[in-house]
């Protein structure tokens, strides 16, 4: 399975999210900040503070994405 190499945050809520064999997916959040999961991240400053440990995405261990639930979140 691959691993998130990096994930850098970008204009209007956006992920762009870089994996391990290349390939790379853009995870827009603007409509997930209205969910009381996601609504810190309305916050653009936090929003910035995005990292990663190479399998899942997370903000200061309030808020983390899995590679399966990132997977999902891209279909949708």
Do not use: H
Request: neutral net charge; hydrophobic residues 40%; contains cysteine.
């Amino acid at each position: 399975m691959s691993r998130i190499e990096s994930v850098v945050p970008k204009a209007n809520y956006c992920l762009e999210v870089l994996l391990d064999n290349g390939s790379s997916v853009t995870l827009n959040m603007t409509n997930r900040l209205r969910t009381l999961r996601f609504s810190l991240l309305e916050d653009k400053e936090f929003f910035r503070q995005v990292t990663t440990d190479g399998i899942c995405i997370r903000w200061d261990n309030k808020i983390e994405i899995s590679m399966n639930e990132l997977f999902q979140l891209v279909q949708k």
